[in-house]
């Protein structure tokens, strides 16, 4: 029994690898562009355990069954090097809803669209045919016509 009064033995399962056997094993970071994108439906290849990065549950613990559908939340960075995915998996029995995934953990289930490069297309085709392309070209440097 530890001096707080917790046995070690009751939270870690001896069978967990404690390391992440996927960056183990590469050198340098991830692609400079992203795979997926925000708001984006992916699937889940790989289940997902507690490594030890989730405090309430025991290291081991399933997070997040494989095969379960979710969207991309946000983008982020771990070390600056390795690139994870925040998902927000919905409906699916699990400890929690949102899960942090690398890139090789998920599998697209939609082609990504950008709905900001969308809509700055679509102005830019109405302001060209509603004002012309002087306007467009003027605006954008500040100049008035």
């Given at each position: 029994?530890?001096?707080?009064?917790?046995?070690?033995?009751?939270?870690?399962?001896?069978?967990?690898?404690?390391?992440?056997?996927?960056?183990?094993?590469?050198?340098?970071?991830?692609?400079?562009?992203?795979?997926?994108?925000?708001?984006?439906?992916?699937?889940?290849?790989?289940?997902?355990?507690?490594?030890?990065?989730?405090?309430?549950?025991p290291?081991?613990?399933?997070?997040?069954?494989?095969?379960?559908?979710?969207?991309?939340?946000?983008?982020?960075?771990?070390?600056?090097?390795?690139?994870?995915?925040?998902?927000?998996?919905?409906?699916?029995?699990?400890?929690v809803?949102?899960?942090?995934?690398r890139?090789?953990?998920?599998?697209?289930?939609?082609?990504?669209?950008?709905?900001?490069?969308?809509?700055?297309?679509?102005?830019?085709?109405?302001?060209?045919?509603?004002?012309?392309?002087?306007?467009?070209?003027?605006?954008?440097?500040?100049?008035?016509?």
């Open positions: 029994m530890a001096a707080s009064g917790i046995d070690h033995k009751s939270i870690v399962n001896p069978n967990t690898i404690l390391h992440d056997s996927v960056t183990a094993t590469r050198s340098g970071k991830d692609e400079d562009t992203a795979k997926f994108g925000i708001g984006q439906k992916v699937k889940l290849i790989k289940e997902i355990v507690n490594d030890g990065t989730y405090p309430h549950a290291i081991g613990t399933l997070m997040m069954p494989a095969g379960s559908i979710g969207y991309i939340k946000s983008i982020g960075e771990f070390l600056q090097v390795i690139r994870v995915y925040e998902v927000h998996f919905l409906g699916v029995d699990a400890p809803e949102v899960v942090g995934c890139e090789n953990e998920l599998e697209a289930m939609e082609d990504y669209r950008d709905e900001v490069d969308e809509e700055l297309e679509f102005m830019r085709k109405h302001r060209e045919k509603y004002y012309g392309k002087e306007w467009y070209f003027n605006t954008k440097s500040n100049e008035r016509v």
